[in-house]
Each structure stands twice: as C-alpha cells, then as structure tokens.
C-alpha cells in the first residue's frame, strides 16, 4: 500500500495541487498525448481550479509542444524537455523503428538522404503524413511511401503544430521538425542520468525494469549504477531493489485515496514493468481501449466514455470493482464534474453508472 499512495502522491492524484498547469506538465514528464483531450482530463483530475485555456495558450505560444518521445508515442512536453530529452531518447526510437515494419519495407535503402530531404521539407511548411509520403514517394519511386514518411517520423524530432492540441479546437496532424518550431530558443542536450531521475521524483521509487518499461532505455543497469552515488535504494516485498531519487517523497500508507478519473492512456497505468501497484481486482487490458479509466481506493476501479453530439453529451462509467454504497455515490460525484468539465456548453448531459 505505501507504493501505491506514494505514486498518488507524486502523481498529484492523491490531493488536488495549486501547481500551474505547465509546471504539473514538466514534473509529470510529459503525457500521454495520442488522444489530444488527454492531457485535459489527466490535468483536470489533479489540479485544482485547472483552467484548460491556460495550457492551450502554452501550446499556442511554444512553450509546450505534442511530438514522439516515450516509447514511440505522442507526449505533450514542455519546450525545454522536449529539447532536453529528445536526444537522449534517439537510440530508443532508432531501435523501435529497425524493428518495425516500416525498416523492413525500406531493407537496404539508405536512410541519410530520406530524412534530409524530410528535414527540408517540413521545415520549409508543416505537412500531414499524407503530404510527406507522396512527396517522399515522388523522389524514391521505388519505395514504399507510407514507410519513407514514418521513417521521417520515427528518426526526426517532429512536432504536430497547433492548434490541434488546443482547448475546444481541432486541425488534422500536421507536422514540422523541433528545430524549426523552436528556432531561437536555447537548447540544452539532457542526458540519460537526468531522464531517469525525472522518472523517479514522478513514479518511482522504481525498479530497473520498471524503467526500462516507461523510458525503453537500452542499458537501464549501467545508468542506474552511473546515479549510485545520487539514488536510495530499498528493497519490496519480493526482495526487489527499488531505486529513487535522495529526496523523494513518500505518502502514508492509511492516507485515505479519493476518486480520480484518468484519460485512456494516462502514464500511470503504462510506467510500470510490474502494475500492481496501481491495479487490484480490476486489470488494465484491451477492454480499455477507447476508454478512460478511473480509481477508487487508489486502484483501478473501472472505465469511462464519453459520447458527445453538438448539443449533448453523455458519460457512460462502467464500475468493474467490488465498491460498497458509499464509495460509488463518491464516483458519481466526481463523474459529474468530469462531464461538466468536459461538456460545459452541452444543453443536456446525462450520467450512467453501470451496474446499476
């Protein structure tokens, strides 16, 4: 239970926090942004007084941008860690894409001269995956297009530019490089020490392969032994070393958790080699997918979506764990300012909880 509420706690899921969206933004290291609500919801959930329109102006203003990082998916991460742990997430993303599909379509061609001439094209205006690949497919006629475009994608720092991403506002994902998006601001290369640190003050304490899983870092042990003089070390009930930064802070195994409801791919559920931490009676599956999730007690208690026309919206929470009368009026309390929060201008909104 002590790992349970004290990754609450760093995850500001156990008490609402006064901190300014951005800076809740950097200290989680990014989130999940494949859905571009997301990071609304997850936000919403531990911020109080969470203003939306204050990280779309964020984004707006480059401060934080949406591009590939974290095990190949899109993050919406500060300006300054996007510049600071991109590089040091290459060799992730260049072992990813030798081992995906798009590698084997393009088997033996020589990648260099494909992302200079990606470099080139998207700094000159952002494009769509589309646009890239046939512009690419026009100059390797041999080849297939789909591929060149995502090996641009995987091996290139992109990012997708506003206003998709923004508060009540939409564009299809368009794209240009970090460099070009953030011409002018300083850059500063992190390094591998300071992503794994930044793991542990958001999720850990940790096992090695608990961050292998969050960051697919190639060779965790030698980083983790290049931080000894810098991490405490414990051990869990399994007798596994657990690594964490000097002055992590750890939640009272009795405070009480309250209900918070979480985005379909929040991190939370995905920095972990070994969930239990998080998850009870209720696992994370494929039966989540296209839906948001939500804890009760601190773990995994079941599943929401949100279904929305111009003019209503409907929240559909489907409770999988064993909750008694109290706790599900609790749900149903926090459900109903998740809807409003998230359909404020609907002339309807209607709540299910199921079972009934």
Do not use: C
């Not at 696992?283 to 979506?305: C, Y």
């Amino acid at each position: 239970m002590t790992l349970n509420r004290t990754l609450l706690a760093r995850q500001l899921l156990l008490e609402r926090s006064d901190t300014r969206p951005l800076d809740a933004v950097a200290h989680l290291v990014g989130m999940q942004s494949q859905v571009p609500l997301d990071p609304y919801v997850g936000l919403w959930s531990r911020l109080r007084d969470f203003d939306p329109d204050a990280l779309g102006r964020a984004i707006l203003e480059r401060r934080a941008v949406r591009m590939t990082l974290l095990r190949v998916t899109l993050h919406l991460v500060t300006s300054d860690q996007a510049l600071r742990f991109r590089p040091a997430l290459q060799k992730a993303l260049e072992r990813a894409f030798a081992s995906s599909a798009f590698a084997r379509e393009l088997g033996g061609l020589d990648l260099a001269p494909v992302l200079e001439r990606g470099v080139e094209l998207l700094d000159r205006e952002p494009l769509t995956t589309a646009q890239l690949r046939a512009r690419l497919g026009e100059e390797w006629p041999d080849h297939d297009g789909n591929a060149l475009a995502y090996a641009v994608r995987y091996l290139v720092p992109l990012v997708q530019i506003p206003p998709r991403g923004v508060w009540g506002k939409t564009l299809q994902p368009t794209m240009t490089t970090l460099a070009a998006w953030l011409e002018g601001v300083p850059a500063r290369a992190g390094t591998t020490d300071e992503l794994v640190l930044a793991y542990l003050r958001a999720f850990g304490p940790a096992t090695a392969a608990d961050i292998r899983a969050w960051s697919w870092l190639a060779d965790v042990r030698s980083a983790v032994e290049a931080l000894r003089g810098r991490l405490r070390t414990y051990r869990d009930e399994r007798g596994r070393v657990l690594y964490d930064v000097e002055d992590g802070v750890f939640a009272d195994p009795s405070t009480p958790a309250p209900v918070r409801f979480l985005p379909q791919f929040d991190n939370v559920f995905l920095s972990h080699a070994d969930r239990g931490r998080i998850m009870g009676e209720v696992v994370w599956d494929h039966s989540f997918m296209h839906h948001g999730a939500f804890l009760a007690d601190g773990f995994l208690a079941g599943r929401w979506k949100l279904t929305r026309t111009k003019a209503e919206a409907s929240l559909d929470v489907d409770i999988r764990a064993n909750v008694r009368a109290a706790q599900r009026r609790r749900i149903r309390d926090e459900a109903e300012g998740l809807l409003a929060f998230l359909a404020s201008d609907a002339s309807a909104r209607r709540l299910e909880l199921s079972p009934s």
